[in-house]
Structure formats: structure tokens, C-alpha cells
């Protein structure tokens, strides 16, 4: 079974969790723009950060037969920074039609402040300008609200409920997302969020139309093999294959295709490696031998079998 993580931060990771997700099946992810762990200053930050998401990171995980995706846009904690809101929403602008970008993202609310409200609503004017999607961070607290708020705003705006993900969802939440005919993402933590467990509950009560399972892997203590972690468990449950398919694989085709980046066809092949290549004259290897061909999966899986990823 093939897995697309629509939603982890792949900047924050090792090449051994590339190698452990292209092992387990992993074959695509979305990276969106967001907060790094302390507030930046500077404008040129955000300058190479978006730069890294759209061509480094893109390459390394190529590296490891992984497609990878990005979302752009000024996260919701770094909203409130009224030196900073102008020239990054220029920013945002500016990398939000390069290639492999497919939402507008992570964008919403924090602490659900006028100022997060200003900068969402013109960066859902974005997705509609740009005719792409528009992937809405729920925030952790008075989460219920927040998500009551984007979703109100959003279809203010206009913006058509399939071309809006909700993300961070729970027991709280899901029901009102999945009324409003938008996406509902849900994020596997270890501690924190939503298990493999409770998300099985989930897709068995209300099925899997328009719900997307991701791990939302980053800095902090989290798990980037949480997608087929949870696609194993619910297998183990008894729910059909197919459904485990739709929430770990073809809803966040379906959602994110819309933006016309992704190449579907493509995604069902099997990726052809070449780790000969470079990246602005560098390689993800350090003197171990460049894995190459379709080969080199089998090459991961071997590896990771051994128990050495």
C-alpha cells in the first residue's frame, strides 16, 4: 500500500526518516510553511525559507523516491507581527505559483486575534486569485471556535468548501468540517492531538469521505511513519482497504491535485532513484556509495528489514 503524508515538516527531519518513510511506503508529502520554534525577525528569513521548501527540500526527498509538495503562506503565530505581516504576504505571493506548491498553507488562527483574521483573509483571497487550495491550521486552544471562525470566513470570501482543508481536527470538530463539504485532515501525534487509535474510531463512525489522515512530523516529539502506523491499525481493525486507501492515500490526491501540481499518474508509478544527482553542487550522500534505479527501493526496504533504518 502506497501513503501520501499531506502535512509534515520535512526541514526538521533526517535523511533516516526519508529512508524509513520510503520504506514503509510513503510515497509522497506536502510540507507547508510554518512556525520554526522561535519567532524570526527578519523578512530575508522567510526569503530562504520558502526558497528551501520549493528546492532543497523538493530534491532531498527525490533522493528517496519521495514526491515532495509544499504549501506557502504566513503561519498564524507569526501573524501578529505587524513589522513583519506586509512583506512576507508580498513574499507569499511571490512563491505561491512555483512549482510545487499545491495550497496556500499553513494559514488560520493561533490565539484567534484581529490581526490573524486580517492576514487569513487575505491569503484566503489568494487561494482564490490563484484558483488553488487553501490549507487552514486549527488552533490548539478554544479549537472548536477557531475552526467555527475559518470556516465562516473562508465561505464568506467565496472560497468553495472542496478547495478548503481543515487541519488538526478531533472529536470536537470533525462533525461541523465534514457538514460544511470541506476536507477534514487529522494529525497523529504520540501524546498529543489525535492516535492511531482515536482516528480509527473516527473513520469508523463517520466513514472516510473527505477525511485525510497526516503526521504533521516536526521539530517537537512526533512520529513521521504515523500514516501507515494508523493505515496498519485500522487494517488490523477490520476496516475494508479501501477506506484506508481513501484517508491515507486518495482524498489528499483528490484535495490537493485541485491545484494542478501534482501529477497524478505519475504518483502511481514506482519512482525511478538517481542519488548520482546534485543540488546546487551538493548530494545528500557522504561517501556511501549513490543508490540508482528502481533498485535502490528495494535497496530501503532491504535496509530497513535489517533493521538499520
Not at 505587524?82 to 507569499?92: Q, Y
Not at 460544511?180 to 473513520?203: E, N, Q
Request: charged fraction near 25%; aromatic fraction near 8%.
Amino acid at each position: 500500500m502506497r501513503f501520501f503524508d499531506p502535512h509534515v515538516h520535512m526541514t526538521s527531519r533526517t535523511t533516516d526518516d526519508y529512508e524509513a518513510m520510503a520504506a514503509a511506503g510513503v510515497r509522497a508529502v506536502i510540507e507547508p510553511a510554518f512556525w520554526l520554534g522561535q519567532p524570526r525577525t527578519q523578512v530575508g528569513t522567510f526569503v530562504d525559507y520558502f526558497s528551501n521548501l520549493v528546492g532543497w527540500e523538493r530534491f532531498r526527498a527525490s533522493q528517496f523516491g519521495i514526491a515532495h509538495y509544499c504549501a506557502i503562506g504566513l503561519n498564524s503565530k507569526e501573524a501578529n507581527d505587524a513589522n513583519l505581516e506586509r512583506p512576507v504576504l508580498d513574499l507569499v505571493r511571490r512563491f505561491a505559483c512555483k512549482q510545487g506548491v499545491v495550497a496556500i498553507g499553513e494559514i488560520g488562527f493561533d490565539d484567534i486575534t484581529q490581526a490573524e483574521e486580517r492576514v487569513y483573509r487575505e491569503q484566503l483571497a489568494m487561494a482564490l486569485e490563484f484558483e488553488t487550495v487553501a490549507m487552514v491550521h486549527s488552533p490548539h486552544r478554544d479549537k472548536k471556535e477557531g475552526v467555527r471562525r475559518s470556516l465562516e470566513i473562508a465561505f464568506e470570501m467565496g472560497l468553495a468548501p472542496e478547495r478548503l482543508v481543515i487541519d488538526h481536527n478531533n472529536e470536537e470538530t470533525v462533525e461541523a468540517v465534514l457538514e460544511s463539504g470541506a476536507w477534514a485532515a487529522f494529525t497523529i501525534y504520540p501524546h498529543t492531538k489525535m492516535s492511531p487509535v482515536r482516528m480509527s474510531d473516527l473513520v469508523e463512525r463517520f466513514g472516510p469521505e473527505r477525511m485525510i489522515v497526516n503526521s504533521s512530523g516536526d521539530w517537537g516529539i512526533s512520529d513521521p511513519l504515523a500514516v501507515p502506523r494508523t493505515a496498519q491499525l485500522m487494517l488490523s481493525r477490520g476496516i475494508a482497504a479501501e477506506a484506508v486507501r481513501a484517508v491515507t492515500w486518495g482524498n489528499a490526491i483528490a484535495a490537493y491535485s485541485q491545484s494542478g501540481q501534482i501529477d497524478v499518474a505519475g504518483l502511481s508509478q514506482e519512482p525511478v532513484i538517481d542519488q548520482r544527482a546534485m543540488f546546487e553542487d551538493n548530494s545528500v550522500l557522504r561517501g556511501q556509495r549513490p543508490r540508482v534505479g528502481r533498485a535502490a527501493l528495494a535497496a530501503l526496504a532491504a535496509r530497513a528489514e535489517g533493521g538499520q533504518v
